[in-house]
């Protein structure tokens, strides 16, 4: 398998990178993205890269976390960054772009590399192989379950519920009292973090082909897959608080007590904090991830961007970068080297992998930020501070820097595969 194709998941900031440096490394790559077949309504174009929130990648300036990062990057040959230079506007000292261009820009250099084919359609199994995993927060509950089989573990309560029990609970869900939204508000939910009340009202067994899919569960009572499943994810390390997954809602406090109270286990459950409409998929990295970002239940399958833990276009490019290196590492035999920790890259490799917090921190995805650098010694200004960081993360760039590996000659022919339908998922 090593000279196979490597598949990248996911055509974002994250994605692109990878498939980018993957190629100019010597190999071929098959980068799946489910635009345009399937668009997720935070999505407006059918382009690679494309920036959804702003067409900002915030301060360029050398001294400041995120500076440091484009700078590094820069230094790279980060497809990301260097797209971004190329269809750069004014917005003072911040990078910002035009976006139709920048997205067109990234998916040219893709191109040119002769070693990406693109394959449209939504990916809900994990195929064959080495598999980069790169699709963002808003990962498709598809794939999620799929990876799930591999990141849930004994991390997870699974709560069965029969045919009865299951109709039951739609039709209080249904009924539940629900937040009445103000005049000026109109609520718009994203596809893929439904409130479960929209999703009960759209069908009787929507929510079983949503958060409470029973795919890859048996009940071992039975030896039999529920009609539907609850899932609980740990919260603390003690394992005293649990979330229920993917129970985004609208109803009110008092109807979430009640009717998830109802629940088979939950009747005695104390209530820490209820549901609200918002979703970031993301994984436990320091726990899940080998240093190599690759997973450690599946060596085979890596990880990059905001999935991983990295918020921001930047910090995803980066991430996307690094798991370049790693997978390149992997199929060439030789080792993985991280950047110091001490560099804007390396700090964010500090965060992914959990070394720039203290033990039994819970883990929350962040922005590159100095927090996450090895602390400097002795008391400065702030500014003086900035600098300080600045200057030993460029001495130490620059001794890691020539151990990066260099690009070859890239395949002479670029290539589109024709879209994919995916089989439509049978009824549980």
Known sequence: ?????????????????????LARLGHDVVLREQKPLKRSPA???????????????????????????????????????????????????????????????????LMRSGRVTFVPGEVTELPEGDVVVATGPL?????????????????????????EEYTRFVAEVRA???????????????????????MAERGEQVLAFGPMKPVG????????????????RMEDRAGTAWNLVGFQSRLTWGEQKRIFGMLPGLQNAEWLRMGQIHRNTFLDSPRLLAPDLSLKAEPRIFFA?????????????????????????????????????TTALGALYRH?????????????????????????????????KRQAYAARARVDFDGWAPRVPHEVAPAPVPRVAAPRVEAPVAAP
């Open 139 to 163: 990962t498709s509950e598809g794939l999620t379950a799929a990876l799930a089989r591999y990141t849930g573990g004994d991390d997870y309560l699974n709560l069965p519920l029969s045919k």
């Open 217 to 232: 569960l048996v009940d071992p009572r039975t030896g039999k897959r529920p009609w539907a499943v609850v899932q609980l």
């Open 43 to 109: 999505h407006q174009s059918d382009g690679v890269a494309e920036l959804v929130c702003s067409n900002s990648m915030r301060s360029d300036n050398p001294e400041s976390a995120i500076g440091m990062l484009h700078a590094e990057l820069r230094r790279v040959g980060s497809v990301i960054l260097h797209s971004a230079d190329a269809h750069r506007v004014p917005a003072g000292d911040a990078l910002a772009v035009e976006r139709e261009g920048f997205s067109g820009e990234v998916r040219a250099r």
């Open 352 to 384: 992914v992998t959990g070394e720039a917090h203290p033990p039994g921190a819970p883990y929350q995805p962040t922005n590159v930020v100095f927090a996450l650098f090895p602390p400097l010694e002795g008391r400065m200004q702030k500014a003086q």
């Open 176 to 198: 539940g009292q629900k937040v009445t939204p103000h005049a000026f508000e109109e609520p718009k939910y994203f596809e893929g973090c439904l409130p479960i009340e929209v």
């Open 305 to 341: 961007g905001q999935i991983t833990g990295v918020e921001g276009y930047v910090e995803s490019a980066a991430c996307g970068y690094l798991c370049a290196l790693a997978v390149h590492a992997r199929r060439t035999g030789s080792p993985f080297v991280p950047p110091p920790g």
């Open 1 to 21: 398998m090593a000279n196979a194709p490597i598949t990248v998941i996911g055509a974002g900031l994250a994605g692109s990178e990878v498939a980018f440096q």
